[in-house]
Every structure is written in C-alpha cells, then in structure tokens.
C-alpha cells in the first residue's frame, strides 16, 4: 500500500530525509518514530505529493506520487499537526465542505458526516462554528475531515494529542477497527506507549534517516537482547539460598541480581529452560509466588536506539 525506495529530500544545504525506504502492506499499522527534526513531517508531505523528492521513489495506494498527485491524494486520509480548520465553519458544513472537495455526492457527505459526528460524540457540537471548539473536539474534528472519503491510506501526525483519556481511548480503538478493514496506517508520534499498543511495524528515524524497522519483537532482539524473567518466592532468606545454590541452570540460562525473596536471570530461549527451573524449585520445596517476563517496552528501545546512534553504532 506504500512503497519507497531512497526517499530523500534536500532543502538548499540541509537534508531534510536521507534515502529512507519503507514496505508496508495492506492492512499493516506502521508507527514512525523519532525526534523534532528528525524527518517525519517530510517524510508524510513526500507520501502525500505535497513535496516532490529530490531523490528515490514513493508509491501509496499503488500511485506514483510524482506521477500521479491528484490519485495519491485522493486515496489518502491526512491528519496534521496543524488542523487547519475553518473556525467560522460548523462541524457539519466543515465535513460537507471536504466531501465535495473529494467528489463525493450530496447523499454520501451527508450520511458519512452524520456517520462520523456521531461516533466522535460530536452530532450536538456539530450544529456549531468549530472556532468555538476545545483542542480535543478539533482533533476529532480533523480526524474525521481525514476519514470523511473512507481513504485506503491514513497518515497521523500525532492523533491523540491534548485529548482527554476517553476520547484518547475512542481515538485508538478508531484506529484498530480501521486497520481490521485493510486501511493501511502511519502513526506520526511522541506517544510510545501508544505506538506499542497500535502498531504493528515500528520504523525509528534519526536524522533524516531510518535506523531501525521492524516488529516490537525483532527491535527488543536486536536491541534488547535475550528476555528476562523474575522469580519472586517466599519471603525468606533461607528458601532463597537454597533455590540459588540448588539450581543446576539450563543452558542459555545466566543469573542477573538476586534479593532475599527472589532473582532476576536471562534466557535465550525460554520455551525450554524456564519449566526445568520451576520444576527444580519445586523439588527443592521452595514455594514460587510469581514467574513474570521483565517488561520490555518501546520506550526502552527507543532511548537504546537514540544513545546508539549519536554514539555511531547505528
């Protein structure tokens, strides 16, 4: 659904993006990831032929986007940082005046406006001028101005911002139906945690260049290494020595901290080592409170990624 090869874009001295290349398919939620300046607004203005390149190729919704501007902008649904609404505009005739812009006919503006006012929770707020609007209710504004032609293609710039946690959580389950329907979706955002409970493909760009693009799980290997796990058991110093000094580790297996009521290790393949581990302690009538995986986040990739790469590593 967007493809390219060598995306870059030169403003006069300053390279804005440096020979980014992307594959994203069908149906795929792919988060962009990055620092202010690092080349995602570009990158979005390039995939939307709002920018030319002055190198390499983009492809959305199987359209050159040099070649075929108006195609691609037709099949692609912006949501910017700047909404750009027109204040003295009701929601209502904001959304209508849109679907004329994408040729829609009068009885389909009207249903997908209506559609759209009403899942936002805006029908009663829709009959006002937007100019009177909180900064969430313009967010969800501007993200049905993005919706309003059922576009194959989403590209978010941030889409949760400054709304509250309801609207927040009505946003991203927006999203998940969306990517169930075969849209294809870019997620511009500072929002990590976000980002991991959404995307499906994470690409990490650091100054005008992808670092990294993966799964959550090939970054966290790449990354992060092997997983680690914590065994809590019961508060007693003497089950604790007798669990460690007992334990005959499985291969792959190596002991990280350990505290009076438990110990941390990692495992190359947890699968296989963790149930002779467990099976041990209960041999040795240690009683187990807890096995738990050490979370892993986004957030830890990211900043792992960010030190790599102003240390030249990526």
């Not at 995306?7 to 020979?19: E, P, R, T, W």
């Not at 967010?139 to 919706?147: G, I, T, V």
């Not at 309801?166 to 294809?184: G, H, W």
Request: a neutral charge.
């Amino acid at each position: 659904m967007i493809k390219c090869e060598d995306l870059s874009k030169q403003f006069d001295s300053f390279k804005a993006v440096d020979g980014i290349t992307l594959d994203i398919q069908p149906g795929e939620v792919l988060a962009l990831l990055g620092q202010n300046g690092a080349g995602k607004t570009t990158t979005v203005r390039m995939l939307t032929s709002i920018l030319a390149p002055s190198r390499g190729w983009a492809q959305v919704a199987g359209y050159d986007t040099v070649k075929y501007p108006a195609r691609v902008r037709a099949s692609v649904g912006v949501l910017t940082e700047s909404h750009g609404l027109y204040g003295r505009m009701t929601g209502y005739e904001y959304l209508d005046f849109f679907g004329q812009v994408y040729n829609l006919d009068k009885p389909t503006r009207e249903r997908r406006s209506k559609e759209l006012l009403e899942y936002f929770g805006l029908a009663q707020a829709g009959l006002r001028r937007s100019g009177e609007y909180s900064k969430g209710m313009r967010q969800k504004l501007a993200l049905a101005r993005a919706l309003i032609h059922e576009p194959p293609v989403l590209l978010l710039d941030e889409p949760t911002s400054a709304m509250d946690p309801e609207s927040a959580q009505l946003v991203r389950q927006e999203i998940a139906r969306l990517r169930s329907s075969n849209r294809t979706i870019v997620i511009c955002t500072h929002n990590l945690a976000e980002a991991e409970m959404l995307a499906d493909k994470i690409a990490i760009i650091y100054h005008g260049r992808v670092l990294l693009t993966g799964t959550l799980t090939d970054l966290r290997a790449r990354l992060l290494g092997a997983p680690e796990y914590e065994i809590h058991l019961a508060d007693s110093h003497a089950l604790h020595n007798k669990a460690i000094l007992g334990l005959q580790l499985p291969a792959g297996v190596t002991i990280l901290e350990a505290w009076p009521n438990g110990f941390r290790y990692r495992v190359e393949n947890p699968t296989q080592a963790n149930p002779p581990i467990l099976q041990q302690l209960f041999s040795l009538q240690v009683p187990v409170v807890s096995v738990q995986e050490v979370p892993r986040t986004l957030e830890m990739i990211y900043l792992k990624a960010m030190v790599q790469a102003a240390e030249g590593l990526l």
